[in-house]
């Protein structure tokens, strides 16, 4: 990976608010660029709590790799400094729904969806 990935890859993730994190997952997720922008999550939050929304809105399903590697990661930072984790999926009722279903049974206790990151930011701003 070129400098130039990396740094656009570490752009998509920003503190949106004091103590909120946005995560804009790319259009075809990889385990690579899921390293460098988690370790971007970690280097904004700095250990303090944050909450966490990943704009999953204009990406495709993960692979199943990549979903193991989301799910160790989640389950290892949850109950650190991670408080709170959030999904924009865009405005079907139906994937949001079935989404919150299948990430609460692969193990994401805490994690909600959205239609909108404008609704994201009303329940998850600290």
């Known amino acids: ?19 909120l994190i946005l995560f804009r997952e790319q259009p075809v997720v990889a385990i690579a660029a899921l390293e460098v922008m988690f370790e ?3 280097e904004l939050s700095a250990g303090a709590p ?7 809105s204009s990406s495709k ?5 990549e979903s193991e590697w ?3 990661w989640y389950k290892r930072n949850l109950g ?14 139906l994937i949001n729904t079935a989404l919150t279903f299948l990430a609460r049974s692969a193990g994401f206790p805490g994690v909600q ?7 994201a930011e009303r329940t998850l701003l600290p």
């Open 80 to 93: 650190t400094s991670l408080e709170a984790f959030g999904l924009v999926t865009g405005n079907n009722r």
């Open 50 to 56: 944050y909450r966490l929304i990943i704009d999953v």
């Open 61 to 65: 399903r993960p692979g199943p790799a």
């Open 113 to 119: 969806t959205f239609p909108s990151l404008e609704d």
């Open 70 to 72: 989301i799910l160790r």
């Open 40 to 42: 971007r999550v970690e």
């Open 1 to 19: 990976m070129s400098a130039e990935e990396r740094d656009a890859l570490r752009a998509r993730v920003t503190l949106h608010a004091p103590g």
